[in-house]
């Protein structure tokens, strides 16, 4: 692909889980206007706002407190990372049930906060894009991890370049623990949450039939956008269109990488949390 503003970096920096000092989190709750509560964690006290949004079965402090991102990036902002609801320690009306975009949106009004940097990954990401459609204004960049806007148009599909077949040996482990973890949280005793972990997942469909696609006219947005996806995750599927359409699009590939060694503490690569902070720095507005 020839792109105008694309970038594909593909330096394999190791492994290793970024190193920041940590500062404790401040952590409160707010409920939304159908009386869900929802639980969020604060760090830094300086600089424009970044809203972090977590996965599927994930929570704020697996996805971005525990493997330093939310750390690096309040060297120089106020950073935002909700638990979604029916996940974490927030509230969970519907058990195994997905976040909610609108919560998002009032938790950015609870705390009046007028404009922000967003990022979410995968789930967080799909949040992403229905903020793009629901409060453009208020997003000073969007930022997309393990995910990215699907094409609509069935010419440019058949035109995506394939992506790399493979997987981080390391996956398997992460989805097994993860599974235990996420049951358990949900009031699986051990036993249990062991025994649901031991059952294959289900075959993972492909990339364009995982949801509807979104309606969104990226060409008539004017925000700087970003995708970090893992070199087996399917990145060109995932960014094809918005290398496409976005007018400041950058594209960040992490090689040897998959959906969930990516984004996990110990497997996550620097080149991650670097690229996503150069990038909210360089579109922070000018004073």
């Given at each position: 692909?020839?792109?105008?503003?694309?970038?594909?970096?593909?330096?394999?920096?190791?492994?290793?889980?970024?190193?920041?000092?940590?500062?404790?989190?401040?952590?409160?709750?707010?409920?939304?206007?159908?009386?869900?509560?929802?639980?969020?964690?604060?760090?830094?006290?300086?600089?424009?706002?970044?809203?972090?949004?977590?996965?599927?079965?994930?929570?704020?402090?697996?996805?971005?407190?525990?493997?330093?991102?939310?750390?690096?990036?309040?060297?120089?902002?106020?950073?935002i990372a909700l638990d979604c609801r029916?996940?974490?320690?927030?509230?969970?009306?519907?058990?195994?049930?997905?976040?909610?975009?609108?919560?998002?949106?009032?938790?950015?009004?609870?705390?009046?906060?007028?404009?922000?940097?967003?990022?979410?990954?995968?789930?967080?990401?799909?949040?992403?894009?229905?903020?793009?459609?629901?409060?453009?204004?208020?997003?000073?960049?969007?930022?997309?991890?393990?995910?990215?806007?699907?094409?609509?148009?069935?010419?440019?599909?058949?035109?995506?370049?394939?992506?790399?077949?493979?997987?981080?040996?390391?996956?398997?482990?992460?989805?097994?623990?993860?599974?235990?973890?996420?049951?358990?949280?949900?009031?699986?005793?051990?036993?249990?949450?062991?025994?649901?972990?031991?059952t294959p997942p289900a075959a993972r469909?492909?990339?364009?039939?995982?949801?509807?696609?979104?309606?969104?006219?990226?060409?008539?947005?004017?925000?700087?956008?970003?995708?970090?996806?893992?070199?087996?995750?399917?990145?060109?599927?995932?960014?094809?269109?918005?290398?496409?359409?976005?007018?400041?699009?950058?594209n960040v590939i992490l090689p040897g990488?998959?959906?969930?060694?990516?984004?996990?503490?110990?497997?996550?690569?620097?080149?991650?949390?670097?690229?996503?902070?150069?990038?909210?720095?360089?579109?922070?507005?000018?004073?």
């Amino acid at each position: 692909m020839i792109g105008r503003t694309i970038l594909s970096i593909a330096v394999c920096l190791g492994i290793a889980s970024v190193c920041v000092a940590q500062e404790n989190p401040r952590e409160a709750d707010f409920k939304t206007s159908d009386g869900v509560r929802i639980h969020y964690y604060m760090l830094g006290t300086k600089g424009t706002p970044v809203v972090l949004i977590h996965g599927y079965t994930g929570s704020a402090k697996g996805n971005w407190i525990d493997n330093g991102i939310a750390a690096e990036l309040a060297k120089n902002h106020q950073v935002i990372a909700l638990d979604c609801r029916n996940h974490g320690k927030s509230e969970k009306p519907q058990l195994n049930g997905p976040g909610k975009a609108q919560d998002v949106v009032e938790l950015m009004d609870y705390l009046k906060i007028q404009k922000a940097h967003v990022h979410g990954y995968s789930m967080g990401g799909a949040i992403t894009a229905q903020l793009l459609t629901m409060i453009p204004g208020r997003m000073i960049t969007a930022a997309f991890g393990g995910s990215g806007i699907i094409e609509t148009d069935p010419e440019w599909i058949a035109k995506i370049p394939a992506d790399k077949q493979g997987r981080d040996p390391a996956e398997d482990t992460l989805s097994h623990n993860l599974r235990i973890h996420h049951a358990m949280d949900n009031g699986m005793t051990r036993e249990e949450a062991d025994k649901l972990a031991a059952t294959p997942p289900a075959a993972r469909p492909p990339a364009s039939a995982q949801r509807p696609a979104l309606q969104i006219e990226l060409t008539k947005l004017d925000i700087p956008m970003l995708a970090i996806n893992g070199e087996y995750d399917r990145p060109l599927v995932k960014t094809h269109r918005l290398w496409r359409e976005v007018k400041d699009f950058t594209n960040v590939i992490l090689p040897g990488k998959s959906h969930l060694s990516a984004i996990v503490n110990g497997y996550m690569p620097r080149l991650y949390v670097d690229s996503l902070a150069a990038f909210i720095n360089s579109h922070d507005p000018k004073p």
